[in-house]
C-alpha cells in the first residue's frame, strides 16, 4: 500500500511538472507568433512611409510628432522604451491599418531634431548614433550644420511600434532605418 502511494505522488509530481512545461512552451509560442505578426506590422509601415508621395514634406510632417527618450542626451540608445508617448497609426496614415490580433497598436516615429542657437532642424553634423548621424543627408559631399530640413536625400528614423492586449502589458519592437529619394 505505502508503494502504490509513493508511486502514486511520484507520478503525479512527474504530470504535474509536464502540464506546467506544457503550458509555458505554449504561451512562449503565442508569445513568439505575435511578436512575429508585431514585426511585420511594423516592416509594411515602414514601407507605406517609404511609399508616401509628399517626400520634401515628410521631415516637417513627423518631427513634432517626434520624442526623445528622457535622458538619452547622447541619442545613442536604441531600444523600446514604454515611457515615450506613441500615437494611432492613423495619426501618420489614415490609410493603414494593424492587425486587430495584436490589441491596441501605437506607433512613435522619431527623427533627428538638433537645437543650434534656438533653432532646432534637421541636421548633418551632429554626433547621434541612433540615427547613424553624422552624414550628409543632401548629398552635397559636405557634412555641415546647416538645417536640412527642406533638401535631404536621406532621412534617418526610428520606429517604434507598441501593442497592447487586454489584461496584458504593452510590449513594443523597435526600428532605426532611413528613408531614401528624390520624389
Do not use: C
Request: glycine fraction near 8%; avoid cysteine; proline fraction near 4%.
Amino acid at each position: 500500500m505505502v508503494d502504490v502511494l509513493i508511486g502514486s505522488l511520484i507520478l503525479m509530481a512527474a504530470v504535474m511538472v509536464h502540464s506546467t512545461t506544457v503550458l509555458s512552451v505554449r504561451r512562449m509560442n503565442s508569445a513568439r507568433a505575435e511578436r512575429g505578426i508585431a514585426t511585420e506590422t511594423l516592416a509594411r509601415f515602414v514601407e507605406r512611409m517609404r511609399a508616401d508621395l509628399d517626400w520634401a514634406g515628410l521631415y516637417a510632417r513627423l518631427r513634432p510628432l517626434s520624442a526623445e527618450s528622457a535622458g538619452d542626451t547622447s541619442l545613442s540608445r536604441l531600444g523600446a522604451d514604454l515611457k515615450l508617448t506613441t500615437r494611432a497609426v492613423t495619426s501618420y496614415y489614415g490609410d493603414f491599418t494593424v492587425p486587430t490580433s495584436l490589441g491596441q497598436v501605437t506607433v512613435l516615429v522619431q527623427v533627428p531634431s538638433i537645437d543650434v542657437g534656438g533653432v532646432a532642424a534637421l541636421r548633418e553634423n551632429v554626433s547621434a548614433p541612433r540615427y547613424g548621424l553624422p552624414y550628409d543627408l543632401n548629398g552635397d559631399g559636405a557634412i555641415t550644420g546647416d538645417p536640412r530640413n527642406g533638401d535631404y536625400l536621406a532621412l534617418p528614423i526610428v520606429v517604434h511600434l507598441r501593442w497592447q492586449r487586454p489584461l496584458a502589458r504593452a510590449q513594443e519592437v523597435v526600428l532605426a532605418t532611413w528613408l531614401r529619394g528624390q520624389r
